[in-house]
């Protein structure tokens, strides 16, 4: 899960980017797209074609909805598993020693960097809506430790910057989508996702050390 967050008032208000409740910008870009191309169709003398390709990207939506429910069902319950089994604690503890060693304030707090560990863990395993609250947790904790109250600081910026690039070790969605699009093999992807994952991870993390000199 990604997370947008703002401050107003000395507080920390952590929002869902996928809902963008605070700033609808994302919603008038959309729709400035949506009528542009509405209104290039009609001038080209397209309407027909935009009636017929909204038809079909309607029902091929439905489609391939369908199509995911049940391998999605398939692999959160496969996550769950690993949850109360104690895999996550498991892998958890591993990130531990990592963790303190990254976050320079919330890496001395017990709060702060459980909060972190869980949140990153949860996202690995692809057990986005575990990792939300644990997201927010984490946080208010750093909001905690935070001496200027209306500036975010290094910690909860490199803490952003890993859930946009959080490594996944099984992409559950990408594989549904691929199955459900009829792929051979939806499975390939998982080494490639692993590596791509990483790297971005790495690199965001690197890119946030050296940035926290100059700003």
Same mark, same amino acid.
């Given at each position: 899960?990604? %997370?947008?967050?703002?401050?107003?008032k000395?507080?920390?208000?952590? $929002? !869902?980017?996928?809902f963008f409740?605070?700033?609808?910008? $994302?919603n008038?870009? %959309?729709? &400035? *797209?949506? *009528?542009? !191309?509405?209104?290039?169709?009609?001038? @080209? !003398?397209?309407?027909e074609?935009?009636s017929q390709?909204? *038809?079909?990207a309607?029902n091929?939506?439905?489609?391939?909805? *369908?199509?995911?429910? !049940?391998?999605?069902c +398939?692999w959160? =319950?496969?996550?769950?598993?690993?949850?109360k089994?104690?895999?996550?604690?498991? &892998?958890? /503890?591993l990130?531990?020693?990592i963790?303190?060693?990254?976050?320079?304030?919330? =890496?001395?707090?017990k /709060?702060? &960097? =459980?909060?972190?560990?869980m949140n990153?863990?949860?996202?690995?395993?692809?057990?986005?809506?575990?990792?939300?609250?644990? =997201?927010?947790?984490?946080?208010?904790e750093?909001? /905690?430790?935070?001496?200027?109250?209306?500036?975010a600081?290094?910690?909860?910026a490199l803490?952003?910057v890993?859930?946009?690039?959080?490594m996944?070790?099984?992409?559950?969605?990408?594989?549904s +989508? /691929?199955?459900?699009?009829?792929?051979?093999?939806?499975?390939?992807?998982? &080494?490639?996702? $692993?590596?791509a @994952?990483?790297?971005?991870?790495?690199?965001?993390?690197?890119?946030?050390?050296?940035?926290?000199?100059f700003?």
């Open positions: 899960m990604i %997370w947008f967050v703002t401050i107003e000395n507080h920390i208000n952590v $929002i !869902g980017i996928k409740r605070r700033f609808k910008l $994302i008038y870009i %959309w729709f &400035l *797209i949506l *009528i542009c !191309g509405i209104l290039t169709g009609l001038f @080209t !003398g397209k309407g074609l935009i390709s909204i *038809i079909k309607a091929d939506s439905v489609e391939l909805i *369908i199509g995911m429910v !049940g391998l999605l +398939l959160c =319950g496969v996550m769950k598993i690993a949850e089994s104690g895999l996550t604690l498991k &892998l958890a /503890r990130m531990e020693p963790l303190k060693r990254i976050y320079k304030e919330a =890496g001395k707090d /709060r702060s &960097l =459980g909060a972190i560990v990153l863990t949860a996202n690995m395993m692809g057990l986005s809506n575990a990792a939300t609250p644990f =997201g927010i947790k984490a946080m208010e750093m909001q /905690r430790l935070n001496q200027k109250k209306d500036t600081s290094d910690d909860m803490f952003l890993m859930n946009a690039a959080c996944q070790l099984l992409p559950a969605t990408v594989i +989508l /691929r199955a459900a699009a009829g792929s051979k093999n939806p499975g390939v992807i998982i &080494l490639p996702a $692993i590596m @994952t990483a790297i971005a991870c790495i690199v965001g993390i690197i890119c946030c050390k050296i940035l926290e000199k700003f």
